[in-house]
């Protein structure tokens, strides 16, 4: 099956090459780079390392709530005490499972908008460049620098979202 599918993409690409009598244009570019390096991905990623420092320090002030209640229980164990200790650790874990859904709600939502405006960027610089297809180097086990056109796109993309 791959085989044929090999074979279909390079009829496809020089029946191209025949009718137009010039190469067809063929880039790659490097998605998790332009989230990195674009201004909207910086302040996507700040966005979420600054929620995530937040719930850390909530988080962070529960552990050392749970401890403090722990080495009382080293002192005088009493039955009120555990209960106290039980509940503690209970609310720690709730909260540090109520965090982690949060931080990934927020990364999913930041991303998915992100991926949206690249999305856009890249059929901007596909039309504008003529580009007879644009993949992500993820999908690609092999290309040559030179059809990396991941620049070009964060260049696009951070013109497009100045123009808002």
């Known amino acids: 099956m791959k085989k044929l599918g090999s074979v279909l993409v390079g009829f496809f690409l020089f029946t191209i090459v025949a009718c137009t009598g010039e190469p067809p244009k063929i880039g790659v570019v490097d998605v998790i780079r332009v989230v990195n ?24 002030k529960q552990a050392e709530a749970v401890e403090t209640l722990k080495k009382s229980l080293e002192r005088q164990a009493s039955m009120a005490k555990k209960d106290e200790l039980n509940k503690a ?15 990934k709600q ?9 991926l949206e405006h690249i999305r856009k960027a890249l059929e901007a610089v596909g039309q504008e460049e003529k580009f ?26 951070n013109a497009l979202q100045e123009s808002k």
């Open 89 to 103: 650790t209970v609310q720690y874990q709730k909260l540090a499972a109520a965090a982690d859904g949060e931080v």
């Open 37 to 60: 390096e674009s201004n909207e991905g910086k302040k996507a990623n700040a966005e979420v390392n600054d929620l995530i420092k937040a719930k850390q320090a909530l988080i962070k």
């Open 106 to 114: 927020k990364a999913d939502e930041l991303r998915k908008v992100v």
């Open 132 to 157: 007879l297809l644009i993949v992500t180097n993820e999908n690609v086990g092999y290309f040559q620098k030179s059809i990396d056109i991941t620049d070009k796109v964060i260049k696009k993309y």
